[in-house]
């Protein structure tokens, strides 16, 4: 079946960067985006950015300026280089891939900010 792995969490202080990794393996189809969730504890899970085949990208809005999605869908490897970190960035990210009408999601990595 497939799976989708993210990594590249961690604890990174206010203002610091990261960069996370996902990468989709195992699928027989063509995938039409790739992209991130995030979920805080108590909270919904929401958008991150999103990147399709055509070259399309979304970003939430409280993240726009600050963090890119790059990657190479053809290959299934996406990225999301996270910069000037907030406490409430503090989050599950979670990687998905979309095969429609099929969503493949990732375990999550754990991004915490913190001083």
């Known amino acids: 079946q497939v799976q989708v792995v993210e990594s590249g969490g961690g604890l990174v202080q206010p203002g610091g960067s990261l960069r996370l990794s996902c990468a989709a393996s195992?699928?027989?189809?063509?995938?039409?985006?790739m992209g991130w969730y995030r979920q805080a504890p108590g909270k919904q899970r929401d958008l991150v950015a999103v990147i399709t085949t055509g070259g399309r990208i979304r970003y939430e809005d409280s993240v726009e300026g600050r963090f890119t999605i790059s990657g190479d869908i053809a290959k299934n490897t996406v990225y999301l280089q996270m910069n000037n970190l907030k406490p409430e960035d503090t989050a599950v990210y979670y990687c998905?891939?979309?095969?429609?009408?099929?969503?493949?999601w990732g375990q999550g990595t754990l991004v915490t900010v913190s001083s």
């Open positions: 195992g699928s027989s189809g063509t995938i039409y985006a």
């Open positions: 998905y891939a979309s095969i429609p009408p099929i969503i493949y």
